[in-house]
DNA sequence: CTAGGGTTAG
């Protein structure tokens, strides 16, 4: 291959630089390395492209580390890194949310006498919104993009839009919406982001009309756009309208990357549809993109179990680890729900045992479906001993846990955990406080119930909590 | 750099 570009020199470059350029898509890194060095001894020499491909692949799919080694080599090679190479650095440590990293690659691109771009300023702000620190991202975009003579982009409202839906300020991503339209050209994916921040807060009215506004603009929704309103319809029980979307969306070449089919399939397995489900996830069998991610293998996993399907179940397991992907949290809460619910506790137990082994952290929503299985099969105190080694812990923690010591007759302990999480501020579901209440008048005494009561009220700050 | 799919309690 590359003995053939010696015949084209000029052009040479390039073509070298697309073939790695799709090596690296394929994460075929350490043969678009070889073909590198293949070319320079042909006399095909590399330039800064070249390298950012490659180092763009790295940080990708392997490490900072080994993207930011190739930057030495690049070096060595006498070619300078760019701008363009420190934003592939910078994005590597982004999506790992390396903080210190992605401002130690800020600190040496200035150090180089290189200005960051618009690209680099996008990524540390996203970068500091993943973390939460909303304070921060804000002040790149009010001071430092400003002082860099830099102005936001389309794409720097994008990722600012998205940070205020997912953390809840929706109607301020709205106000901010009808603010920028007079400075930069909203995108469809502006608008997506705005759908999907309406949809998630249930606001069905609002995520209609922008869906109007959407198409008032020019565009044409995508699939991104209708697999978000899909799961809006199932989210608010509209099936038959979810249904009718998904058959249009299957009839206009959306389905093709299975997404659509995942979120359909998970709501037929809610509703008890088990050979709907089948049927919907043949197709995507049958497009290979199942062979390409863990999402459409874990939908599968959580149908066999639901199913009772345990055979399958081995089987996907086993093609799993054949095909080289990597189980994640999902997978493993999949695993330990699915094997609690035929009844396996113990294999539960083992499973969570098992990851602990190969250093793996079960997630919380991994320990949330233990502890219940636990304790519905009889085991408080195993459950409880769980509980207490969690760092972390939320609402299902809290309300699974309060609902089972409830039920057992541990009235004392779970007010006390029902008090704590008022305390905290966090959100717990009435039924958990009834329960309690109810419990204690039963089991312990009406005196019991009230200085419950009141004290819930108290943590709350409200009078008006009617006693039940 | 930024948008959509998959897991848990009541």
Redesign the pocket.
């Known amino acids: 291959m590359v003995g053939g570009l010696m015949k084209f020199p000029g052009i040479s470059t390039k073509l070298l630089n697309i073939s790695i350029d799709s090596l690296c898509k394929f994460r075929n890194l350490e043969k678009a390395e070889s073909l590198i060095i293949d070319g320079i001894r042909l006399g095909i020499l590399p330039n800064v492209i070249t390298y950012n491909t490659l180092i763009?692949g790295y940080?990708?799919f392997i490490g900072i580390d080994e993207a930011y080694a190739v930057t030495r080599r690049m070096r060595e090679a006498g070619i300078k890194p760019n701008v363009a190479t420190y934003?592939?650095l910078?994005?590597?440590a982004?999506?790992n949310l390396m903080l210190n990293r992605v401002l130690q690659l800020f600190d040496e691109m200035l150090q180089s006498g290189l200005s960051p771009d618009?690209?680099s300023y996008?990524?540390l702000m996203?970068c500091y919104f993943?973390l939460g620190k909303h304070g921060e991202a804000f002040r790149i975009l009010h001071q430092d993009i400003h002082l860099a003579g830099l102005c936001p982009?389309?794409?720097?409202?994008?990722?600012l839009l998205?940070a205020l839906c997912?953390s809840g300020h929706t109607d301020n991503a709205i106000e901010l919406f009808k603010d920028l339209k007079s400075r930069v050209k909203p995108?469809?994916?502006?608008?997506?982001?705005l759908i999907?921040g309406l949809?998630?807060s249930r606001r069905v009215n609002s995520a209609i009309w922008m869906l109007r506004e959407l198409k008032k603009s020019g565009y044409t929704p995508?699939?991104?756009?209708?697999?978000?309103m899909?799961?809006l319809y199932?989210k608010t029980k509209r099936f038959e309208k979810g249904r009718r979307l998904f058959w249009k969306m299957k009839e206009e070449g959306?389905?093709?990357?299975?997404?659509?089919?995942?979120?359909v399939?998970?709501?037929l397995?809610?509703t008890g549809k088990a050979e709907e489900a089948y049927e919907c996830m043949k197709e995507?069998v049958r497009s290979g993109?199942?062979s390409?991610?863990?999402?459409?293998?874990?939908?599968l996993l959580?149908l066999y179990f639901?199913d009772g399907n345990l055979d399958a179940v081995d089987d996907l397991l086993d093609e799993i680890d054949r095909k080289g992907l990597k189980?994640?949290?999902?997978?493993?809460?999949?695993i330990v729900?699915g094997l609690l619910s035929v009844g396996y506790t113990a294999g539960a137990e083992k499973h969570l045992a098992c990851m602990g082994k190969m250093g793996m952290n079960p997630?919380?929503?991994?320990?949330?479906?233990l502890i219940?299985g636990l304790c519905?099969a009889g085991h408080v105190d195993r459950a409880m001993r769980l509980f207490e080694s969690m760092e972390v812990k939320?609402?299902?923690?809290?309300?699974?846990v309060v609902?089972?010591l409830c039920k057992d007759a541990r009235l004392v302990c779970a007010s006390k955990l029902l008090l704590s999480c008022y305390n905290k501020g966090m959100k717990?579901?009435s039924?958990?406080r009834r329960?309690v209440l109810s419990g204690l008048r039963m089991t312990v005494s009406y005196q019991a119930a009230r200085k419950t009561h009141q004290k819930i009220k108290a943590a709350i700050e409200c009078d008006t909590l009617m006693y039940p």
């Not at 995508?222 to 978000?228: G, L, M, P, R, S």
């Not at 939320?394 to 699974?400: A, N, W």
């Open positions: 763009k940080s990708r934003n592939s910078i994005s590597g982004s999506r618009m690209w996008n990524t996203s993943k982009g389309v794409d720097t409202y994008n990722i998205d997912k995108e469809l994916m502006t608008y997506n982001i999907n949809c998630k995508n699939a991104v756009t209708y697999t978000t899909l799961k199932f959306y389905t093709f990357d299975g997404y659509a089919n995942c979120a399939v998970s709501a397995i809610k995507l993109t199942r390409q991610d863990i999402v459409s293998y874990n939908t959580n639901k189980p994640d949290d999902y997978t493993h809460t999949i729900h997630s919380v929503v991994t320990c949330n479906c219940d519905k939320d609402e299902f923690t809290y309300t699974s609902h089972n717990i579901p039924s958990a329960a």
